[in-house]
Nanobody
Framework: QVQLVESGGGLVQPGGSLRLSCAAS????????MGWYRQAPGKQRDLVAE???????NYADYVNGRFTISRDNTKNTVYLQMNSLKPEDTAVYYC?????????????????WGQGTQVTVSS
């Protein structure tokens, strides 16, 4: 079983910055993709950004160069640096990871979600 714990959310004024972190723990063999999703009230959960173990990244169009995803494979941690935040970025941000976990016997695929962290952009 693999657990994800997010941190770094909060209240910020428009134009401000926040950095989210998500650490994975448990019987991890390898994490393929780590990513961030967000869900605003009454809306579906959508991809914000994702990064592979090799460092390849993919961003939602609305990010438009404002956010940067990065990853420390030695710590099984993914980060999301968010700059130039807008009120429409207000949402609960969720971390996601998929890969392989150690099991008895062998390894098994896993997909996990964090508990979510609230980001509120308001003056």
């Amino acid at each position: 079983q693999v657990q994800l714990v997010e941190s770094g959310g909060g209240l910020v004024q428009p134009g401000g910055s926040l950095r989210l972190s998500c650490a994975a723990s448990g019987s991890i063999s390898h994490i393929n993709v780590m990513g961030w999703y967000r869900q605003a009230p009454g809306k579906q959960r959508d991809l914000v950004a994702e990064i592979t173990s090799g460092g390849r990244t993919n961003y939602a169009d609305y990010v438009n160069g404002r956010f940067t995803i990065s990853r420390d494979n030695t710590k099984n941690t993914v980060y999301l640096q968010m700059n130039s935040l807008k009120p429409e970025d207000t949402a609960v941000y969720y971390c996601n990871a998929n890969g392989y976990a150690r099991a008895v016997p062998g390894i098994v695929p896993f997909g996990s979600w964090g508990q979510g962290t609230q980001v509120t952009v308001s003056s």
